[in-house]
Nanobody
Framework: EVQLVESGGGLVEPGGSLTLSCAAS????????MSWVRQAPGKGLEWVSS???????TYADSVKGRFTISRDNAKNTLYLQLTSLKTEDTAMYFC???????????????RGQGTQVTVSS
């Protein structure tokens, strides 16, 4: 059974930083692309960033240059480093695995419980 457990969220002031983690189990982590997505109150799911099995990364324009995605295949863990945080980054953040080893499109049904990031002064 696929299990993704996000952690590391919290309350931070504008301009601050956080590092989110996602512990993965139940599948061969190193073979799958992984993504971070977020959902702000009252809004739909927004893709944030992806990393493929080879380590290639992509980012939404809204976070490019501020967020960094990475993975540690030895620890089956995905990370998202958030810097220069803005109030509009406030959301529940989820990690998600790719639908298959042949695609980087994320499976929204694979998300964990999420970790809340609140940016406020």
């Amino acid at each position: 059974e696929v299990q993704l457990v996000e952690s590391g969220g919290g309350l931070v002031e504008p301009g601050g930083s956080l590092t989110l983690s996602c512990a993965a189990s139940g599948f061969t982590f190193r073979l799958y692309g992984m993504s971070w997505v977020r959902q702000a109150p009252g809004k739909g799911l927004e893709w944030v960033s992806s990393i493929n099995s080879g380590g290639g990364t992509t980012y939404a324009d809204s976070v490019k240059g501020r967020f960094t995605i990475s993975r540690d295949n030895a620890k089956n863990t995905l990370y998202l480093q958030l810097t220069s945080l803005k109030t509009e980054d406030t959301a529940m953040y989820f990690c998600a695995k790719a639908r298959s080893v042949y695609s980087n499109a994320f499976d929204p049904n694979s998300r964990g419980q999420g970790t809340q990031v609140t940016v406020s002064s």
